[in-house]
């Protein structure tokens, strides 16, 4: 049986939401970020607003900026009821789910407005302003606007806004400001939006507006491995604000797991806090949210121990990588092919041991085309190869991104085999270590699946002096505990995680120290040279 909110009205907005999602690829949803929000979490954001605004809701003016088919409003409806709402407004931007949205809730009196949000909102077309924002904006991520969209929007977001939007910011970030400029003050918005903004750099700029220019009033953020949408793996959080300046002494609820009438942990955590730290999926601090960014100290950091950097993007590795013995067959020249490491699920050991010409004794075992010589030369002196390259252009891969920015189109980036590596993403919650290290052994380069490990200054000098220490160096990278990997990474929907080399280098070198005391006192000492060196460049030699 449907349940008391399952009325009539939404079992048939369920099926033309089914209906519409399958008429679109699962590739062409992702692109345009049609993710639809489940009508029973609608509902229970819906509640929440109702308890926490009271009497300031007395009478409704609500609006959804990327409606949909309405499963806001249908919750609204369900909570409100129709008779404290005295206006509603949706707009959307696909004329399919307008038309559905149209006829579904015209009935009802909401205004349906067909187009892109953020020129409505900023035309002589606007709406009035609402007093309620119930949203899940379009997750569109940053590469899939154009760079003349990104600035009209950044544009926008500063006008109306006051904020400084990052060009790697998705557009539910635009949004989210724009909407909030657009509310009445003293109003309430709910939002439903991926996580990722609480742990990256370009989220800084909304977590101060959200710190200084709203009243945040909570933040729940679901379990990663719960997905609340079955086709979009994201790790999404809600935010509850109130469009005010945050009373002085503020405190904002931190939730975590579970729903919002019954999350599994709670805390409260104040706005200094909040401003002061450079990660929000650390709150609320507890076992099942596995999440300890590296406190900032005196240690030594993986990062002045390593240069990291990702692996290379060949932009197709299916067409540039091969199976060595494929390379053999079609007479490829070994001096256009290097070593490269295979795809961490084929890893079976840490411990990546070499032939003598440097391969690796892993299986697969792969090469990379890797060629600076012109295409006339190629053509000339190599047929075999040029062959082969020809095939490249029936598959469109020369019109790639990456491959379309070389010269020649076949050269890679360059990378020296790393000695030591991490695997960029990876499963594992808890006491689960969600990252490997690989103590690499071979003439391997590895692809963006991992990030490459570079000893560098005293560390380097200690193993070209002492190559017995390279085991050390291994064990204790092992030592790197998954709370402190999660902690500086980030986390997706399915518990899938990430980590940037930034994020790795950030991460408590302490135990190395312990090995090795000499190196934290030369680390220092090269600090303060640089310090020194750099203030007699700002204010000149002493006198």
Same mark, same amino acid.
């Given at each position: ?21 399958? $008429?679109? $690829? ?9 993710? &639809? ?5 609608? =509902? ?21 900026? &990327?409606?949909?088919?309405? $499963? ?47 020129? +409505? ?13 119930? #949203? ?44 909030? #400029? ?7 918005? &709910?939002?439903?939006?991926? $996580? ?20 945040? +009033?909570?933040?729940?953020? *679901?379990?990663?491995? /719960? ?13 509850? !604000? ?9 405190? =904002? ?58 692996? +290379?993007?060949? @932009? ?10 494929? &390379? ?19 890893? %079976? ?12 004794? =892993? ?11 012109? /295409? ?36 890679? /980036?360059?990378? #020296? ?14 006491? %689960? ?11 391997? +380069?590895?692809?963006?699946?991992? !990030? ?7 560390? #380097? ?12 160096? *291994? ?17 997706? @929907? ?5 980590? /940037? ?35 007699? =460049? ?6």
């Amino acid at each position: 049986m449907p349940s008391l909110y399952e009325n009539d009205i939404e079992l048939r907005r369920q099926a033309i939401q089914a209906k519409l999602d399958s $008429s679109k $690829s699962a590739a062409e949803r992702n692109r345009l970020g049609q993710f &639809a929000t489940p009508f029973p979490l609608a =509902v229970e954001i819906a509640r929440y607003v109702d308890s926490v605004a009271g009497n300031r809701l007395r009478t409704v003016r609500f609006a959804d900026p &990327a409606i949909g088919t309405g $499963s806001f409003f249908s919750a609204v409806l369900a909570v409100f009821g129709l008779e404290r709402i005295e206006r509603a407004v949706g707009v959307e931007l696909d004329n399919s789910f307008c038309d559905a949205a149209k006829e579904l809730w015209g009935p009802y009196g909401v205004d349906l407005v067909q187009g892109d949000f953020a020129s +409505i909102v900023t035309s002589s077309r606007c709406p009035v302003a609402p007093n309620l924002i119930l #949203a899940n904006p379009p997750y569109v991520r940053h590469h899939h606007l154009d760079r003349r969209e990104k600035e009209r929007l950044q544009s926008l977001a500063y006008r109306m806004a006051g904020v400084k939007v990052s060009g790697l910011a998705g557009l539910y970030v635009y949004f989210m400001l724009l909407a909030t #400029a657009w509310m009445q003050d003293g109003g309430y918005a &709910a939002w439903l939006v991926p $996580s990722e903004f609480m742990d990256v750099n370009y989220g800084v700029a909304l977590k101060r507006f959200l710190t200084d220019r709203v009243t945040l +009033i909570r933040v729940h953020r *679901f379990d990663p491995e /719960e997905v609340q949408f079955g086709d979009a793996l994201v790790s999404s959080v809600v935010l509850v !604000l109130r469009k005010a300046p945050p009373p002085s002494g503020h405190i =904002v609820e931190f939730t975590f797991a579970g729903g919002l009438s019954n999350p599994h942990v709670t805390d409260f955590i104040t706005l200094k806090q909040l401003r002061e730290s450079r990660k929000w999926t650390v709150y609320p601090s507890h076992p099942s949210n596995d999440r300890r960014t590296s406190m900032v100290t005196d240690d030594v950091t993986i990062g002045e121990l390593f240069r990291i950097q990702r692996g +290379i993007a060949t @932009g197709n590795n299916k067409f540039f990588i091969l199976d060595r013995s494929e &390379a053999a067959g079609r007479g490829l020249p070994n001096h256009c092919l290097k070593p490269i490491l295979p795809s961490p699920r084929f890893l %079976k050991t840490a411990i990546i041991d070499a032939a003598e010409d440097g391969y690796p004794l =892993v299986e697969p075992q792969l090469c990379l085309i890797d060629c600076d010589l012109p /295409e006339t030369v190629v053509r000339s002196q190599f047929p075999a190869l040029w062959d082969y390259l020809q095939t490249a252009a029936p598959l469109g891969i020369k019109d790639g991104y990456l491959v379309g920015k070389r010269s020649p189109w076949y050269k890679q /980036e360059q990378r #020296a085999p790393a000695p030591f590596l991490c695997t960029y993403m990876g499963r594992g919650s808890y006491e %689960k270590q969600p990252f490997r290290f690989i103590w690499n052994r071979s003439r391997a +380069i590895g692809t963006n699946l991992y !990030l490459l490990l570079y000893p560098k200054g005293i560390l #380097a000098s200690l193993l070209r002096n002492h190559p017995e220490y390279y085991a050390d160096v *291994f064990a204790l990278l092992g030592r790197v505990t998954g709370d402190e990997l999660r902690g500086e990474g980030r986390v997706y @929907g399915g518990g899938l995680n990430k980590i /940037e080399p930034s994020e790795l280098a950030r991460i408590s070198a302490s135990a190395f120290v312990e090995r090795w005391p000499e190196l934290q006192c030369e680390i220092r000492r090269q600090t303060e040279l640089f310090n020194a060196e750099l203030f007699k =460049v700002s204010h000149g030699p002493e006198t």
